[in-house]
């Protein structure tokens, strides 16, 4: 029976996959909000199974390295290299650890089966070679630092490690795509670091025996492990560690359109079963402007511009899409000038906030203002209650007033 085998049948991981795979999938379907219906929020909420198999691969890793460096049993497998050892236990536990972050994927691919659009492999990559690297870390800190606590210490650290550290969006190998929206994808750089750092800390864990053993025949490799140990380091501290540097702008791709409220209302495909709504949200901000400002000739989802700028969003509820719709139309009327007095500049802004915090109480059908948290002097707001409390026809003249402040010119 090959090493491999041995390995597969004998490593501890074996005995956490079940415990792993309602943690992974909890994490899937209970944790964040709806991705159901949307491939590129399915892909990046699938990648969350990573965040309890990275943990406990670091700690199960360095246990049992640890346990085999303190036990000696390592001479019994003296026939073969070193390294073939160390890769024969790696894969055996990426092999376990790996069926569980895609079967996890495979049920999250399954509920949004049907939607337009498909899978993103990228995001399988991105969370194996998480895993991959958890595990060559593991094993490593267990070969340095054996003893019976190393497993816990290391489960510990590694808690700290990709929740804290390499938790958020800005580090260089983040464990999870927490945010992610219809115009952005991962960025073929970051995974390119990504694989860099995942393959160099697999090479140091298979030459770190080299680098700690006294054996002079092992010069070489000694020289291997100690340059694939700091090249490890070396990358994570170049790795690009910003938003930027993990999600990229999308391409515009041929969009999804329907007319919709005297204009034309366009989505990304992934979003066709959501154009309905769309349409919906755009009828009731032009019904609301009516009279006050004219239909923009096209309302485009977020990113299908081709500068990539403003945009609605239908990601985030019904209330965020009809403030972002208004903003959509409001948007080409507004002025802006580089340079002219303060005085003027405040005017032709708070006209602006006044008109669009009218037109979504609205929208809304409320004669509450949005309770949004505006910076600065929020007096303007007194005037746009009292604008509501109006006959429709005076609140309509009172609108105008604020529009034409609004483009007032520079």
């Known amino acids: 029976m090959s090493g491999f085998l041995v390995e597969l049948r004998r490593t501890p ?14 994490m899937v379907f209970l944790v964040g909000g709806e991705w159901r219906g949307s491939w590129p929020e399915t892909s990046a909420a699938a990648t969350r199974a990573a965040i309890p198999l990275m943990v406990a691969a670091v700690g199960i890793a360095a246990h049992r390295s640890s346990q085999f460096r303190r036990s000696g049993s390592e001479t019994i497998l003296a026939a073969r290299p070193p390294y073939q050892v160390e890769l024969s236990r790696l894969a055996a536990d990426t092999v376990w650890l790996g069926a569980v972050y895609l079967l996890c994927t495979v049920s999250a691919w399954a509920a949004t089966a049907g939607a337009p659009g498909g899978p993103w492999p990228e995001y399988v990559l991105f969370g194996v070679s998480g895993v991959v690297f958890a595990l060559a870390l593991g094993h490593f800190i267990g070969r340095v630092l054996p003893s019976r606590f190393t497993g816990a210490i290391a489960a510990v650290g590694g808690f700290l490690l990709f929740s804290l550290v390499f938790g958020s969006q800005s580090s260089p190998l983040t464990d ?10 991962l960025s073929a750089t970051h995974m390119a670091w990504r694989l860099v750092v995942t393959v160099f800390a697999v090479a140091a864990m298979c030459t770190v025996n080299a680098l700690m053993s006294r054996d002079t025949r092992l010069k070489g490799a000694a020289t291997a492990g100690g340059f694939f140990s700091v090249a490890t380091l070396v990358c994570m501290a170049a790795m690009p560690g910003n938003d930027s540097s993990l999600l990229e702008n999308r391409r515009p791709e041929t969009p999804v359109c329907a ?10 495909p992934e979003h066709a079963k959501r154009l309905d709504g769309a349409v919906d949200a755009a009828q009731k901000v032009i019904a609301a402007a009516q009279g006050v400002l004219p239909a923009p000739e096209r309302y485009t989802e977020q990113g299908l511009e081709r500068n990539g700028l403003g945009g609605f969003t239908l990601d985030h509820g019904q209330r965020d899409l009809l403030h972002t719709m208004l903003l959509e139309l409001t948007s080409p009327h507004k002025t802006w000038c580089e340079e002219e007095p303060e005085e003027k500049a405040e005017r032709r802004m708070y006209a602006g906030l006044r008109l669009e915090a009218w037109m979504e109480a609205r929208v809304t059908g409320s004669s509450k203002l949005p309770d949004y948290v505006y910076s600065g002097d929020t007096g303007w707001q007194s005037e746009v209650r009292r604008a509501l409390t109006l006959p429709n026809a005076d609140q309509v003249t009172q609108a105008k007033r604020w529009a034409r402040e609004m483009r007032a010119s520079c």
Do not use: K, M, N, Q
């Open 176 to 185: 999870v795509v927490f945010y992610h929206a219809i115009d952005v994808r």
């Open 13 to 26: 991981v074996r005995w956490t996959v079940l415990p792993l795979l309602i943690a992974s999938a909890a």
């Open 259 to 268: 007319p919709g409220g005297g204009s034309t209302v366009c989505v990304w």
